[in-house]
DNA sequence: ATGGTGGTCATACCA
């Protein structure tokens, strides 16, 4: 049995609860990072959670907005998240899983979206996009005590030509600017990481995890973008057996405009 | 150039 890991954007865990259990029921991993909780603390469906079988869930919330849990069948330590850029917006959770083969450092991120306009004199969503993608670059593979670490989440970025449906077409639209795409995949090299995603399936390939909301059609028309990410520490890379980018989610009942990302390990083989 | 659809929380704001 791989050891699986799971992020999804999820756009409000409560209204989503249905949705979320049926996954978890379906592919069963270890671990799942949400995004987009829009839930205060107080009112998260913990009992959910641990009557599937899922006894280590770890939230940081805010009434709204934003919120990231970190949901585990394995026990979870050294539990911390950062307030970037001082916003006091939660957007950040680090854990360390403890399986019985391995200890991984989970970094679980929502990066900000951005807003509309690409101009960080014009736009402060954006300025605020760039400052904390610079803040980001503290944030390195090093598993610490761990042995292994993973960052994962929506980074609100495609950075490939073939993470989005026309290169062309979104050079000056957020999320695929070189601006960004440059920011991210030079923070992501220089923590460390290795961009999982594209180990497994190659740049030439397209991938999506996100389809607007506003697009009618979207299984037809394709019009998506890859805004979710599985990073991970070098030595992961060999050990990486299965990536699934679960597209049917997006045609579920009441979908979130993301889709779940799992990565498998075969942690057991390394001994 | 514009508006298109959703979520939160009750009005605009955010994605």
Not at 42 to 68: N, R, S, T, W
Request: net charge negative; with cysteine; proline share 7%.
């Amino acid at each position: 049995m791989p050891f699986t890991v799971a992020t999804w954007n999820i756009n409000s865990v409560r209204l989503r609860l249905p949705i979320v259990q049926s996954f978890l029921q379906r592919w069963q991993p270890d671990v799942l990072c949400l995004q987009e909780t829009k839930c205060p603390n107080d009112a998260f469906p913990m009992a959910a959670f641990h009557d599937l079988g899922y006894g280590h869930v770890e939230i940081h919330g805010q009434k709204g907005y934003h919120g990231v849990a970190t949901i585990s069948k394995h026990p979870l330590e050294e539990i911390e998240s950062r307030d970037f850029c001082a916003m006091g917006d939660t957007r950040h959770l680090d854990s360390i899983v403890r399986t019985p083969d391995r200890a991984v450092r989970i970094h679980n991120f929502y990066v900000p979206a951005g807003g509309d306009e690409p101009d960080p004199e014009k736009n402060p969503k954006f300025r605020h996009k760039l400052d904390f993608l610079d803040e980001m670059r503290a944030i390195s593979a090093d598993p610490g005590k761990a042995d292994s670490a993973l960052l994962v989440g929506d980074l609100n970025i495609a950075p490939l030509e073939t993470d989005v449906w026309s290169h062309k077409q979104l050079l000056r639209v957020v999320s695929h600017t070189p601006v960004e795409t440059e920011t991210l995949e030079d923070l992501r090299t220089a923590g460390g990481w290795s961009d999982l995603m594209r180990v497994a399936i190659p740049p030439e390939e397209k991938i999506f995890t996100w389809w607007s909301y506003r697009a009618r059609e979207w299984d037809i028309s394709d019009r998506g973008r890859r805004l979710d990410h599985i990073w991970g520490s070098p030595d992961l890379e060999p050990l990486l057996s299965d990536l699934t980018v679960v597209r049917e989610a997006r045609g579920w009942e009441k979908p979130s405009d993301h889709v779940p990302v799992i990565a498998g390990f075969a942690f057991n083989d390394a001994g």
